[in-house]
């Protein structure tokens, strides 16, 4: 149990970090908060949410793993290889296409009950 504590602490601080220090990571949190509360509030079925969570999950998944690789690459700065800054741009391109998507699928579901509400 000691051992669990310690590495979800050390995962906590990871999360901190990112949410303190990574301006896209804010930016891509505050995104998620805005998907929640319209998740809550226009009553989406079960299989909806369950999509639109995993969007969100997925996207600040992807975005702390750019943020893992960008640091890696730092590092190595020093000894930079031509392939560093392309490193980081191909990265920075799966954020790119991970948040696009989950931005369509999110307006493919989330349109219909926004129709529905506008036109009550």
């Given at each position: ?18 949410i ?18 319209l ?10 949410m369950?999509?639109?969570f995993l ?6 998944t ?8 960008e ?5 190595l ?18 954020v790119?296409?991970?948040?696009a998507l ?5 307006v493919v579901?989330?349109y ?9």
């Amino acid at each position: 149990m000691k051992k669990f504590s310690k590495s979800l602490n050390n995962a906590l601080s990871g999360l901190r970090y990112a949410i303190v220090n990574e301006r896209n990571f804010q930016i891509e949190i505050i995104a998620a908060v805005i998907v929640i509360a319209l998740v809550m509030f226009l009553n989406l079925e079960n299989w909806e949410m369950v999509v639109l969570f995993l969007l969100i999950g997925w996207v600040l998944t992807v975005e702390l793993i750019n943020t893992v690789v960008e640091r890696i690459v730092n590092i190595l700065k020093p000894k930079v290889h031509p392939y560093a800054g392309l490193i980081k741009d191909i990265m920075a391109a799966v954020v790119l296409i991970s948040s696009a998507l989950a931005f369509i699928i999110g307006v493919v579901i989330l349109y219909p009950y926004f129709c529905d509400f506008w036109i009550k």
